[in-house]
Structures are given as C-alpha cells and as structure tokens.
C-alpha cells in the first residue's frame, strides 16, 4: 500500500489568481490528496436549477495540473438559504422542541423528505459533471454526519417517518402495522401507555418522566437509520456516473448513527481527528489527565478510532482532517506541543491509514473558522504544521511498503449497546463508548494492538482474546460464535441483559449457552465509592450480583464474584473495573499475549514489518531500551 | 393496633395463568395487602365509555379467594391516550412555557376541567362496580400527587383557575372580584403593575426578571388548592358507593401541595418511602453524608416522613410503597446494605405505621421500571428483599400490641412556608423545608421522639417542647396559641416576617404579644462564611439582627444575640444554626427533657410500650450498653 | 465643585399623608436630591391617554417646599399592562425564542416603534408639564438601561430593525443595501451562508453551531445602537421643554451597549452602586476573594466604575443608587461591614462625583424588593446607613473644594471590543472585562489613580501611561494618535486582530506602524495550566506567539517573548498576565509614575487637593505610615 498526505482546501474562499500559486506549493509539499467542494452548495447553484460549474471546473484543473488528486465532497451539509425558504419546515428541531435554523451548517432533519429530493438533485448533477473527471480521485458524501448533535430531531417529518418505520418494524395487515405488536413488544401495559394506532405514538421527547425505554431505543434506532438511508442515496447517485471510491469523514465520538452501517455503502472510511480539542470536549478525562495531554491529545483515543475505521472501511480509511495547530471551537484551543503532528500523523499510518489530509490549507480570515490553524497563516506564512507534514513526507518516502495484519486482540463495537446505554445508563455519567474505551486503554497500557469488529462479526479466527464487554443485546448466533471461537473471550458487564425490544429476557442475563451463570441483581454506585478488588484495582459505579457460574476469576475484596467462567474459554466480568483489574483480566486470562506494561504516556502498535512506539507525554520516556523524547516516535523492524 | 405488610401488584403485567401462584405466595409469606389498579386506565376503559372489568374482577377475585385484602388505586396518574386526544389542551406546561405531553405519566394539569370530568367518570365507574366487593378493602386516590414536579402548571386552563381563584379571594361586587383590593394586597403599585381587571392577570413565569411575589406565593396557594380539590372529587365519588377507608400515597420530599389539606378528605395517609433513592436526589446532603449512608439512606429522612404523615393521617398511616432493593431512577442505585429492608419496615412501625408495603410484587422486566427491584425477580425467584419481609413478618407475629402515643418534642410544619421560602429564599439554597429539617435532626441526635403538627394546630397540651421554624406567616391565633401553652417555645428565624398577602407587617416581626423583640436587620450568607456561636457550633446562611425582647439565651461570638425570650416559656431564634447550636438550645431552653446524645447513625424511637433504637450506619455501634450490629434494629419493653 | 447627597424615594408608594413628614427628615439629613417617578407610569397615564397629575404635583411641591431638589425619571422602564396589551409584540424574545412577558420590569424590545411611540407619549407629556417646574432640578431616563440582560432581543421588531441598519451599513442603489457587500465583508461564502437579499438575513440565534460572529457582532452593534436611539428620543423630547440636565442611571457591568455613546446624550452620566450584591454576582472574582470581601465588596469594581462614568458623563457623573444595607437579588445578601457605607460615598466623592443618592429612602414592605435595605426600615426607624449618610453629610460640610484633576494612567476601554470577545472569547471564560478591570486593579494595587478613555480618545497629552488592552480593532487613527503621545503605552494581547468586519486583517496583528511585530499563533489554555514569567507570576489563559518587533521586554521561563517592543514607547502585550505581570510591567516601563505597593485591600486616589486612602479590608491596616481601621477612610491634604 502506498501511503499518502493531502490537504483540505476551498479555492471558492481565495482569489482565483492564488490558486495555482497554491496547487504547486501543495505539490512541492509532496501532497498527493487536495480535498475540495464540500461546502461550496451557493456557489455551485446559486439559484434553484441554476448551476454554475465554471469556477469549479477551473479549480479541479489547477490542481490536477499540478498533479493533485481532488477529493470531491457532496455540499449537503450547507443547504443555502433558498433551499431553506422553499422547505421551511426542513429543520431539525432539539428536545426541547426549538427549531435548529438557519446562520451556520447542518440546518437540515435526515427525514425531511424535500430536502432529501434537493440534496439527490445537487449530488445528480456533480456526479454527472465530474463522475469520469481524470482529476477527481475520489468522493465524500456530506460532512461529518452527526456533528453538532444533529441525529436526533424532533420534527413533524422525524415524528411521520418514525411512524412509517415502526409500522415496517411491526408488519401487520395490508399496509398498517401490527399496534397490539408493538405494544406487547414496548411492554406498553406499564402506564397505560397502550397505542391503538401508528399516528398516536408521538416521538420521545417532551414527556413528563421518561419515556418507555423501548419506544426511546426504537426511536435511536429510527434516527440512526435515517442516516444511512441519507448517505445511501448519494453513494447510489455517485456510482451512476463515477468509478472514484466514495468516502466519508466520521466525527470522533460521534455514536449517534451506526457507522458500520453508512460504511456498508462507501468504499473508504474516514474521520477527522482533532486530538487538544477532542480532549478537552468530548474524551471524558478527569482534570488531571486534560492537563498532562493538554497540548499532546489523549494518548488512546486516536488509535481507537483509527482502528474503528480500519473496520469500518473494511480496511481501507484516511484520516480526512488531521489537527496541524490550534482549533476554534474547543473550550480551550491549546497550541500542540512541537513534534505532535507529526506523530498524529504517524500513528495514523501504524493504524493501517492510506491517507493522512491536514485540515486545512490556510487558515481563514474570516468566519466561523478564523480561529482554526492550517498548514498555513493566513498571510500564506507557513505555520508550525508545515514542516511536520514535510518531515512526514520526507520519512515516508523512506518508509517500507505496509501490507494489512491481524492484532491478536478484538473488541466488538456495537453503536446500537451504545444507544441502549445512553437510554438507560442506569448509574449518571456511565456510557458504553466509555466503558470499551476503558477496556481498550488497557491493552493497550499492556503494549497490545486491537483489532475493533463490529457487532455482526462471527468469525474470531485468528485472535488470542475477544473483547465484548457491555453489549446490552446479544444475538443468540454471536453468543454460539463466541462459544466456538478459539479465542479466550472476556465480555459483560450487562452483556445481553436486554432482547431486541428493551426488554430484560428470562432467564436472567447473560444466559451463556451450556452456563447458569445469573446476574442476579444489579447495582450503580456513586463514583467515590469503589468497592476494592482482591489483589488490587475496584470496580466501580457498575456491579452485579452473580450467581452461578463455572470458576470464579476474579472478586472483590469481600469475596463476590465479579469474574466468573461461563464455559473454557469465556469469562463473564460483572462490573465495571479500572485499568488495574482489566490489566490483570487480560494478563491472567491470555497468558498466550505478549504484552509489556508501557511507560506513562507511551503506546505501541504493531504493522505488519514494524513496530511503533509513540509517546504522548511531554516528558523523555524509556520503552523498550530506547530512549523517547516528548511527542516521540520510533520505529523497529519486525 | 394489628400491624401488617402488604405489596404492590399488577395483574395486567403478567399472564393471568401466574394470578394464583403470586396470590398464593403473598398469603404465604403473611401478607395481609395488595394495592393494584393504579395505573391500569386503559385496561378498564380502553375506549371511551367501553369498559372492560372482567379482568379486574378475575385478578380481586383470585387475590381475595388467598385471602389478601385489596387496596384499589384509581388510575388517573396514567391517562390513555385516547384521553388526551380528547383534550388536546389538558397537559401541564412548564415555566418556560413547553407542553409536558403524553408518554409517560401524571401527564394532566390539575387546572384542566375536561380531564377532571374524564377522572370523575372512571372513578365513578370503578366505584360503582367495586365499592361494595368485600375483597376491595381500600381506596387510593390517583398515585403520588406532584412527583415529576407537576402540581406547578402555566397552562391555560391553570391561567384561566387562577384568574377565578384570585376573584374569589378578593371578591368584589357580583360575581367580579375587586381588583383594586388585589392590588393592594399585592403591592402592584411597585413597578406600574396595577391591574385594571382579573384577566389581566398572567402566570408568574417567563418574566424579565422576578415576579412580584405576592403573585407567585398566590399562584403556588391556588396550585395546591388545584390539588386538593382534584382529590376531594375523587374522594367523594368514592364515598358514595364504598365505605373502605381511602388513601393517598404521598411521595417523599413533595412540598408543592398541602398534604394536610388533601389529608383532610382522606381516612388515611400513606407514603412512597425509597431511603435509597431519596438520599440521592432529594435529600440534599453533602457528599460525605452520602458516600457514609450510600446503601441505608438518611438516618432521619424516613423518620421525618413518618411523623409528617401520621400527622396528616390524624393517627392512621401506611408505607404504601416501601424500597425492597436498587431502584431505577436516581442518579446512583446501590443495593441496600444487607437488612435495611427489615430496619426500614420496623421503623416505620415504630413510627406507628399501620402497614408497610414493598414496592414491588416482581421486577417488571419491560419498560421504564424494569430495574427497579421487587419481592421477586424477574424471573420469579425470590429477591434479598423476600427474606427480609418474612423476617419482619416473624417478629411481628411476637410483637406486643402498640398504642398511639404522645411524643415530648412537637414541631409545627406549613406548607405555606415552605412555598413562601421557595419565593423568597433570600439566600441561594435555604429552604423551608432545609430548617425544619435541619431542627428534627437535632431532636433526634437527641434521641428525642418527634410529633409534627399542622400549621392549624392549636393545642400544644402534653409536649414540653414545641419548635415553630421559619413559620414566615403566623397567624395571631397560633402566637396567643403558643404563648398560652404549657411547653417551651421556639421559633425563628424569619418567623411571622410576613402578612397573610406577602408583605412585610408593622411592627416588623415577630411582634409577638407582649414583647418588643424586633428583627432590625435581615441578612443571607455565603455558606463559607459560619459566624461562630459562643459555646460552640455557628450560624450559616441566614442570620437576623435582633433589637428588644427579654433575656438573651444564646449570641454569637461578637456578642450579637441570636436566641432571644419573647415570653417565659418562648424563645426566638435569629439564625440559621447547626447541629450543635440546635442541640444545645433544646438542652438549655427545656431540662425536663430526657435527652441523649446519640452515636452516628444511630437513633431512637418510643412507641407507648417499646423504646427502639436504629442504627443506620455500616458499622456496630454501641447503644445503652447494648451492641448494635449494621443495620441493626433493637428494642427494649418500656 | 459642590458635593451633595441625595436619596430615592418613591411617594407613590406611601401615604401621601407621610410625604410631608419624610421630606423634612430628608432635609434635616443635609440631603439635596430626590429622584422620584421613574416606576410611575401606570399612576401618570392609568389609561391610554388619560393622564393623572395630580399626585406627582402634589409629591413634587411637599419635596421642594422642604427644599428638596427633583430628579424626575422618565417611567419607560414599566409599561403598563394596557400599553402591553394594545402592543403585544412589544416584548423582548429570549435566545431561545421563549417571549420575556409583563410581571416584572423591562418587558420591552428596544425596536419594537410602536412601544417607541408610546413611550415618546408619556415622556412628552412629562416634560410639558414639569420642563419648567423650579423643583425639577434634574431628569433620568428610563432606568438602568440593560439590567436583567435586556439589550439584545431576539424579537421579530428586531429582526426587521435589524435588517434596516444593516442596509445602511452596506449602502446600495436606491433604498436596498448592497448585499454582495455584506456577504463578502461577513465572508459568507464559508459554509454558503451568501445572502440574495437583506430580507433573508435572521438574527443569530437558535443556529446548529455557532453563527457567523460577524453577523453575532454586527448584531451586537444593532442592538447597542438601538439603545441609544431609544434614550436619544428621550433626551430630545425633555429638551424641547426643560433645561435641567439629563442623567441615566447606568448599572454596573452591563456592557451590551455603548454607555459612552448613550452618554453624548446626556448631561450627566451616574450609576448604580452595589457592591456586596455586585461581589457576589457579577466582578467574577474567586470564593477566597468572595470571602474576604463579602461585607466590603470588591476594593476595585465600584472604583473603576467611577472612573468609566467619570468618562461617559465627561466629567459630570452620579451615583444615583448607593447601596445602604443588605440587598435582596444577589445569591447572598450580607449586611456591610460598618462604616462601608460612609466608604463607598467617600470612594465616590474622590472620585470625582457630583452627587450620591442613596437607594432609597424607606424599605418597602411589598412586591419584588421588600428585602432592599433603605435608609429608613419598613416602620421609618432609622436603619444603620442613615447614620453613616449623616457621618458623611457631616464631613462633607467640612471638606475642602473640589475641582477636576488628571490621573497619571489612562486605561481605553471599548465596548465594541467587549462584544467582539463576546462573540468569539476563544477561551472558556475569557471577556475583554475581566481583560481590562485585571489592568485597572493592577494600577490600583501599585496605589495609582486611573482615568478611563473611550476609544475615540485621540488626545493623550498629559497621561504617563497609557493602556490599552485586547482592542480586538483598533483604527489606524487610534495607532497613530498613540504611536504620536509623550506616554508610554501597553497595548495587547489581541490588539487590532480584527478588521471593523469582524476578519483577520493581513499584514497579521498588532500591524504597528513602522514596526514588524507578528501575531504569529494564538492559543487559549486551561486556567489550571499557567505559563511561568521569567522575574514571578504567570501567563494563563491566553497566550500569543509573537515574532519581530524590537526589544523583547518580557519573557515566560522559557524564553518565549509576551513582551516587546514596537516603537521605543510602545509595547505589546501577547498574553494575559496576572496582578505580578501586570504591576512589573508597568513598574519597569514607566519609571516616572508614583507607585506605592497597598497592603490588601487598601487603595488610594488623589483628587487635585487631596489624596484618600480606602481599606476595603476587614482588618485594620497600616499604609503611607497611618493606621486605618477596617472601612476606613483616610485623607491628606496635597
Ligand atoms: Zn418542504
Ligand atoms: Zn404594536
Ligand atoms: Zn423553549
């Protein structure tokens, strides 16, 4: 695999005059990708049906001069104004009932069904335009779906679509849907809440108390499909006219929509890493830890999502945006510390990237972006950034050829466990993002690379260890593969403690074929209470009560089981553990790992010719006998 | 007294098949109550005017053929939705002006005279048909009024109430009040809001900035009144076919509705008791307090409410809903410590409860409930809770007949006050309710036993101590009522600070008969600024600069008096103490009183036979002389 | 100068059998002043257009009989409910759309023309009738003119204004504006945000993300210019029949609108003083700072806004409102430390007021303020300030004359700047406020006195030091006109980085004439990760990358420049410092001015014949050789 750098770039924002000025700088950088188009709607059609193309297919010939390779995005995410005043009911509109308007991006609710009609008419006419266009290399479709919070949407056209779907969830007669159905189905008879028709259920939100778990986890699901339906749409569009691979850039943490799902449809995944801002706003860190990493980025949570996308793209992923300075729109918009960028983009390519493109070519002057650092000043001045992208460059270019590798551990990543949390977290603050994300950390403390598989994976060959912790719901044909897999597996807490309508099964979770293992009741905790783990660690703010079993593996200080055999090789854990007890966990259970406890800050990932260590502390680090400086990487040949 | 336990059922969640075998083992366990049919509406009247009992007939028929005594809820907490598509309007509305709809439950504005006449006609209905079974054993109105924070609605219906409330408060000629009265009473002249008629008058919310609050302490009147009046409808229906007593279920810590005054159209008073839950969310204490009862709740939160609802009851009380295991819905749900269930139930007995009973039968395994534990889980075995409940059961078959008894300590509790600090806390955080609160927990740490008395109460014969705090309107009756009592007084702060309309009188408070004690000067404080009391202890928060009255009991370090006699029995109280300065007042002020100092945790209750002692902390205390493991209960014949 | 004190009062309020008695209390207290009228609009006009004089003749001749001079406010604060109900779009409309109703105070829009004309009406009616009463001394406008956040209205009436004015900042053919103007100077081709036409521009909120800040500011500027069109017709009215000054009673820290704009208006600038109440919810200082100065207020906020009005009212200024005792709307209400109120008037007369008028004279017993301390309690017995007022009276006729002085530092402080970090704060909690008043107190604390420039200041002769921190634009003619001043100026960080669009302006900042100095990266930063000064204290929150300029002044430990030279008296700033960064600098760069570091909590100003020590601390204190005791004030003749 060949292995590249680009840049996103918007010639609509600069004198044309500057644009081949421009191209041949990114050239002479040894840029291969330029990303361009994705917000340029009102330039490409000013009016309804009036398109002009003339500035674009200019822009796509400067940069195809100079050799760049243009990524072409579908504008959608920037509906224009006329859009918004021939559908003024397009809108999303938030919980609490407040239209989300006009003025910046994202101003439309993936069920409107008009705006559905413009976005196929624009995306129809670039693909007819620029389908066999030599230069365009390749497609994204929108812009970071899901960002700003905009899945969910409480409008009239989400409420009608979400009936339509529910009757399709619960067939019945003719082309209604089966209410008794779905009303056995949400345990309806709680409350009164008994439907006698589709158009009586209204969507979640503005209830009294909560609202039936199962209506609000149907609704999740409802919304996450409006998604893929909405990227599908353009992808089918795209491929009538075009051979170019199709794309999306992901948003970090973004657990709204099944990304898997929109994956199905694309043939590259990509995200937008933005590692100071992502730590200050949406990692979850305590205030110590945003300190260490202020200016270097959590040290795992990058990797977690390059390995997410890895299996989202089947393989194939970019980062689409990558970090080269100060962002805008963190609550505090740090510089990163000298070295980071460079390593940001490394470890993208010890995860598998083909592509790393740095958002963006030069800082804007004006708008919501101002703030935001590119490769350049905006005075065209190179910023910091630049030179780590052509340091990048340069060692890449010495960098031996890459070829895809299987990690000796799997986590399974399941957006709809994700949803069933966040519906029911039971304890404030617990999350199943958070709690993978804490049993990734400790492999990778343990030097271990991961593999992350999606939910409907049922082939485990090849891996030491499967992780499966929290999947609320668990299809009996994933249970049966796990059970046969060579692998030691290691899943729970909550896992299968509900059935695909929300509601808890019997017998009891986690039901493991050929075990009685039972969690036999279930306890939140407040965070300052940890209850201690014999031989070090605690579980905490999540713990069951198990009964049954095979072998217990492991328990609290007090003698309750919180690990426990359900069969060889599979081991239940029944509460939420820190790094301590799922370092041990692993350790104990998969001597077969080679694992090696790493430095502060330091992380390793294993390609298959090389291994990679990083460190992401802002101190000098040992691992491995080398020495490591700050934002340090190094490679050895395997 | 024949002390018993009982438990909440619901046939319609379960298939009717399982009715005996559940029916059987209540009665097994010695069960002598089963409260069902509360939130059943659509059930019984699945569509409007077609009513469907044979159901509900089955279900008292096989829980009477056990031998259980029915207590039957009627079910306007969870109106259908065919209701509400009746009477799109009848939905509360909340201070920022948003609909609070269907989906969940108490979705109805108590305003709303179309749903008040739908919840005349079921509860006639169910009255009609079940008023004479000999099975149906007990009425309870509707299910714990105001939880959800909906007894406060800005609806139009509740603006329309008002307006007719407020017309009737200052009645004028004909049927028009006199508005002219209204702005007097009020102060409108402050700031030009004089009004011209009674329909000028809006709702106190969505103001610029505070409303006037003569005008919101008047809307918070009417809202309980709304309140009340809902109930005696429901209550007089009742009455006219059934002669079983009537109950309501109050729920803890919900001070938006006078609870006296819908005690008044009751034969019994009942509450919803959760210590786990309720330390979480309602309680209101530090986060020390909370981690060291985590799993026992508030060591006097419990109590409180016992002593409020015998009060309210006039003698007869009941637990309606006791916790039985983790909960579903605070932020944090432990597990009770291992006989908490027992120490809960006993408590409340030796509080004088006629019957406690567990919230639920078995854990529902669908909907918003489902991790809520019951007597059973969900898959029919029996929950940590079932052992205790039989446990208790045993010792009441060995405990001596009870009495009712008189405590030494009386304290005046008003929910008019409360609403009237809620207006005008004048300092962020203080609340009525938090004094008052605040003066039974230093009786108890006293291990002194407790009466709460209504604001109406009048005769204080028999009590050596009767506390009135924060009482900011009192009537003169009560002052000559007090001043003519055998007991000592205390009152204070911000006592009788305010007309019965919300002003300041003159001469400024507390202006009691006789004495020239006046509050000069009235100031809040930063909670980190305690002004230290001579002797121990200090004042926080709220503290008054007192002028005139007898002899000075207690003053600050600076000298400033904080405890002043009124008369020879009454002293007042100018601040806002703690513990200590609370105790040591009750010690000085009235010897005669068999204080002792309690450990922590533990606390002490006489019924007329039997002195009790509870220990409410997770480890063995030791008690007049006796060890008291965790959660140990202990009793001892007087 | 005449120094005099005077009171509010509002007779409306009392029986009118009082006025006379409490007019000749206020005149045997020395006072001068009363401002009346200014809440009275429904007792002026009751119905539309029926006007009732008669009280407020009646009020007006028993003041001035006593000898009593009249402040008359305009009553437009209060619209009646039948001015609300003839207009009922009048109200301001909340971010969030939520409409800000009647009930209180201040429920108008500034756009709305049709509440314009009616309050045209009453002020009209007002003037022709008292314009040329002899006891009509003075007149105010409306009142308190952005308090209760009621400056920027997201209301249709603004909308519509909204767009006017923007068509007169982008002048077209004919009456349109010219829209491709606006878009690129708002740079809306980022995100397709291209306007076709003025009318479809909305306001900016209730967007997705963050709105275009150049569209946030420019509303920003609409809104304060609607402020001051509203007080504009105001002042022009009174002036067709009166000659007695006008004054508007700013409040302190609203900065939604140009105050020094408002004041070219008027004749008198004054301003409300509240310091515990201000400590307590506005000066943004930490809880050991709230500790230390609950009773005190803070030892630099009243000042500083002594020294604005001092500057809006250009020479001429008030304190219309001083606070007497406790407050009743700030979280927590303490009383003063005795003598505070004898300080805070003192601290004015030093600082150049005409007049302080306490706030007010009797404490009402009824509607939102019954817990607002007057001189007088609620039952006309002397509270505690009316002593201290007396004590003051007293010295004040012992005082020697007055005249205006220079202030050796002067501080430029700019309102629009303060919307433009507003709008785009880039870190968490950064405001040009805070900026400016940490530069205040740092002059403060080296015992300097300070005047306070508007940014239209050209003429700095006679200043040591001039300061002129976070302009975010600064006109060429400002940098000129420093760049030419004998001071030494200190401008930045943030100085002119934006262009009067609301862009980035390439050369990059500051751009000094003659100078290369270069903003060459910002960056925002944890307030828990501060970056060391070489020679003590810090950086936080905010720092630049600064590159070129000449001498480098100032470096963190690291040796990264934060201060440098760009002309030999000028000096740029890239960072935000705290108190010891702040004082050296000053200290080293401008050794000619008369610093005396103050012990905690003791400041000092001159006047042109004495200079006053004031201890704001609660301990006694010694300073320049005197003793002073907790509140005290000192004085020595220069
Ligand atoms: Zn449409
Ligand atoms: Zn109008
Ligand atoms: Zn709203």
Redesign the interface.
Known sequence: MNRTLGVCY?P??WPEAQWAEDAQRMADLGLTWVRIGE?????ME??EGEYDWGWLDRAIDVLGAAGLKVVLGT?TA?????VC?KHPDMF?VDE????????????YCFSHQGFLEESCKIVRAMAERYGRDPHVAAWQTDNEYG??D?VLSYSDAARDGFRDWLRAQFPGEGNDGDIDALNAA???????????DFD?I?L?N??????????VHAFRRFSSEQVVLFNRVQAEIIRQFSDAPIAHNYMGRVTEFDHFKVGDDLDIASWDSYPLGFL?DRVGAD?AH??AY?RQGDPDFQAFHHDLYRAVGKGRWWIMEQQP??V??A?????PLPGMVRLWSWEAFAHGAEAVCYFRWR?????????H?GLL???S?E??AFGEAAEVMAELAEAPEVSPVQAPVAIVFDYDADWAWSV?P???GLSYFGLVFDWYRACRKLGLSVDILPPDARDFAGYALVLAPGMMHMPDELKSALQNADAEVIFGPRAAARDVD???????PPAWPGSDLTV???????P??PVPVQGGGAVS?YLE?LEGGGDVVMTTDDGAPIAVRCAPHVTYVGGWGDDAVHMRLIETLVPALEVDRMPEGVRRRDTATERFWFNYSDRPMQVGGRDMPPAGVSRQTL
Chains 1, 2, 3 share one sequence.
């Not at 920037?78 to 006329?82: L, Y």
């Not at 609550?331 to 510089?335: E, G, H, L, V, W």
């Open positions: 918007y609509e924002h917000f340029a709607w009102k330039r000013p009016r504008p920037t509906p224009p104004k006329w005043k999303a609490n009932g407040h239209v989300r308007g006009y003025g910046s991006r994202r101003h960002c700003h905009t949400w345990g309806n008879v709680f409350w009164s809440m008994d439907y006698d009586e209204g979640p503005l209830t009294v108390t909560e609202a039936n778990p199962a209506h200050e205030a945003q300190r202020a300075g100060p805008n729109w609550p505090y918009n740090p510089s800082q804007a002057p004006f708008a919501q972006e101002q703030m650092a000043r905006p005075d001045v910023a910091e029911q039971h304890g404030a929300f509601n808890i099964p019997t017998p009891l036999a009741r279930v306890q939140s905790m407040r300052d209470l703010r009560q």
